[in-house]
């Protein structure tokens, strides 16, 4: 005759370990689409706000371009990687003059000047490219 012996329950839990490499896209190709509007296509200057105080300074911040920008109007698809910096618009040729925050994006070369006053980029629509 043969004993029944009670064994306590047990779980047992296996460790996934994954045995391929899954690449994960993340923002790579992301854009972001923005307007070119600051200004609204009257002719200004465009600073960026190279010492960081968030407030226009003829002197301690950097020009970007002489009185003659304007905005293009156009929608921009500029990569999420790509150097976004605060800056102002500057309209007026003696004081006051008439400051606006802006972000300012470069252009594809680097060398083009586009401007927004839409500041808060967590809520610039987004795509891949």
């Not at 370990?17 to 002719?43: H, L, P």
């Not at 407030?55 to 970007?64: R, S």
């Amino acid at each position: 005759m043969s004993k029944n012996v009670w064994v306590q329950p047990q779980t047992a839990v296996q460790q996934f370990v994954a045995n391929e490499y899954v690449a994960a896209c993340g923002d790579e190709n992301k854009v972001y689409k923005f307007t070119c509007e600051a200004g609204g296509g009257g002719n200004g200057t465009v600073y960026l706000d190279s010492n960081g105080n968030g407030q226009w300074d003829f002197i301690g911040d950097e020009m970007l371009t002489l009185a003659g920008y304007h905005a293009c109007g156009a929608t921009h698809e500029a990569p999420t990687t790509d150097d976004f910096q605060e800056g102002f618009f500057i309209t007026g040729v003696v004081p006051p003059y008439n400051v606006q925050k802006v972000i300012v994006w470069r252009g594809e070369d680097g060398h083009n000047v586009h401007c927004t006053t839409n500041l808060d980029m967590t809520t610039w629509p987004t795509a891949k490219s």
